[in-house]
């Protein structure tokens, strides 16, 4: 028993060595290599004590333990097999490091023992030199944190949303950051809801040129045919703006007003202001839904109404052919008994009669608005 013990002692070491995630993340690793690892830094009386290019996410964790203070990780897009690791020594729980690897999630709020877990999506607004039907005017991304009593570890997912000024402004506000993990956590959010209220500003910008283009009057033989493919694209963008913002207001509201063991009660004040601003961006999105609808059931209308005019131009015009049509026909039929047939001024008199009669309805449905 003793000998297989001694052999187990020695196949163990070289497994761990073999299998640890971190090797993803060792300091001494190529330069070249990829990680998913953007940052990690020990952070104590608000202060950074440790540069990223000599620390791992385990050494991160053992000096938070031994010497006080807390961690901040940022990781950009994991694998499966480079979170394994973190997750591990972190005690993260299982259902949210899935669904930190995997995104796509709905902004939330869980907490999973002494670790709360948030989601957030980030919004970016998209430049485009002319609002078209195809237009892409929101871009998304998603901020997942685990916020814990001695950690931060932050997963983002997309190309926007980079954190990196967020770190930078942070560590130039020491007294904040000495507040912990909640600190972080709160800056993230209030950070997520400053974009929401900057998207919601340029989408503003191009609700109202749609407004204006729809409800202006068109050039001579102008077309509104594309406004109709503007305004659903606009309004599917508005949509996806909508799922970030609505999700988040519970969340937002329950650390806000619900005392919670990881916030500290400082940094708590700090959230009821995200939660305004928050709750205020909702609404003018749901405006934003609101006059969209309207400005698109305004365009039908219209699309109607200029088919209608279109209609009765042509009706118009064919009762006046048809009078010409009508006496010519007449006059054509091989009679020999036939008004005037033989008279010398029949054939100027019945072109008169034509004249007058189509001038008479010209001016008739003119007066009323059908030409």
């Given at each position: 028993?003793?000998?297989?013990?001694?052999?187990?002692?020695?196949v163990?070491?070289?497994?761990?060595?073999?299998?640890?995630?971190?090797?993803?993340?060792?300091?001494?690793?190529?330069?070249?290599?990829?990680?998913?690892?953007v940052?990690?830094?020990?952070?104590?009386?608000?202060?950074?004590v440790?540069?990223?290019?000599?620390?791992?996410?385990?050494?991160?964790?053992?000096?938070?333990?031994?010497?006080?203070?807390?961690?901040?990780?940022?990781?950009?897009?994991?694998?499966?097999?480079?979170?394994?690791?973190?997750?591990?020594?972190?005690?993260?729980?299982?259902?949210?490091?899935?669904?930190?690897?995997?995104?796509?999630?709905?902004?939330?709020?869980?907490?999973?023992?002494?670790?709360?877990?948030?989601?957030?999506k980030?919004?970016?607004?998209?430049?485009?030199?002319?609002?078209?039907?195809?237009?892409?005017?929101?871009?998304?991304?998603?901020?997942?944190?685990?916020?814990?009593?001695?950690?931060?570890?932050?997963?983002?997912?997309?190309?926007?949303?980079?954190?990196?000024?967020?770190?930078?402004?942070?560590?130039?506000?020491?007294?904040?950051?000495?507040?912990?993990?909640?600190?972080?956590?709160?800056?993230?959010?209030?950070?997520?809801v400053?974009?929401?209220?900057?998207?919601?500003?340029s989408?503003?910008?191009?609700?109202?040129?749609?407004?204006?283009?729809?409800?202006?009057?068109?050039?001579?033989?102008?077309?509104?045919?594309?406004?109709?493919?503007?305004?659903?694209?606009?309004?599917?963008?508005?949509?996806?703006?909508?799922?970030?913002?609505?999700?988040?207001?519970?969340?937002?509201?329950?650390?806000?007003?619900?005392?919670?063991?990881?916030?500290?009660?400082?940094?708590?004040?700090?959230?009821?202001?995200?939660?305004?601003?928050?709750?205020?961006?909702?609404?003018?999105?749901?405006?934003?839904?609101?006059?969209?609808?309207?400005?698109?059931?305004?365009?039908?209308?219209?699309?109607?109404?200029?088919?209608?005019?279109?209609?009765?131009?042509?009706?118009?015009?064919?009762?006046?052919?048809?009078?010409?049509?009508?006496?010519?026909?007449?006059?054509?039929?091989?009679?020999?008994?036939?008004?005037?047939?033989?008279?010398?001024?029949?054939?100027?008199?019945?072109?008169?009669?034509?004249?007058?009669?189509?001038?008479?309805i010209?001016?008739?449905?003119?007066?009323?608005?059908?030409?």
């Open positions: 028993m003793s000998m297989i013990r001694d052999l187990r002692a020695a163990r070491p070289s497994l761990r060595k073999s299998n640890t995630p971190y090797n993803s993340y060792d300091a001494t690793r190529d330069p070249s290599a990829s990680s998913a690892v940052d990690c830094a020990v952070y104590r009386d608000g202060r950074r440790t540069e990223v290019s000599c620390l791992t996410p385990r050494e991160a964790m053992l000096r938070v333990r031994e010497e006080g203070g807390f961690a901040w990780i940022g990781l950009h897009e994991p694998t499966e097999e480079e979170f394994a690791g973190i997750a591990r020594e972190f005690g993260l729980h299982p259902l949210a490091v899935e669904d930190a690897v995997h995104a796509h999630q709905r902004p939330k709020l869980e907490r999973y023992d002494d670790t709360l877990f948030t989601v957030f980030t919004i970016h607004y998209v430049e485009h030199a002319e609002l078209t039907a195809t237009s892409e005017v929101v871009e998304t991304g998603e901020v997942m944190c685990f916020t814990g009593r001695d950690f931060v570890i932050t997963v983002r997912h997309g190309g926007q949303g980079s954190l990196r000024a967020l770190r930078h402004r942070l560590q130039e506000d020491p007294e904040l950051l000495a507040k912990g993990p909640s600190a972080v956590l709160h800056s993230i959010a209030d950070h997520v400053d974009g929401y209220i900057a998207v919601a500003a989408v503003q910008d191009d609700i109202d040129e749609v407004e204006i283009d729809v409800f202006s009057t068109p050039a001579k033989g102008g077309t509104r045919g594309s406004d109709a493919g503007r305004i659903y694209q606009l309004k599917r963008e508005v949509l996806e703006f909508k799922r970030a913002v609505s999700p988040l207001l519970r969340p937002m509201q329950l650390l806000s007003e619900r005392p919670m063991r990881l916030i500290d009660p400082d940094i708590q004040k700090y959230f009821r202001d995200v939660a305004d601003h928050l709750a205020r961006v909702h609404e003018e999105v749901i405006g934003f839904d609101e006059l969209l609808n309207s400005i698109l059931q305004a365009n039908l209308a219209q699309a109607t109404v200029t088919q209608n005019e279109d209609m009765r131009k042509i009706t118009s015009w064919a009762a006046i052919i048809a009078v010409p049509t009508m006496i010519c026909g007449v006059y054509g039929m091989n009679f020999k008994h036939m008004p005037e047939l033989r008279w010398t001024y029949g054939y100027p008199m019945v072109l008169a009669l034509i004249g007058v009669v189509c001038f008479s010209h001016r008739t449905l003119k007066r009323n608005g059908w030409l």
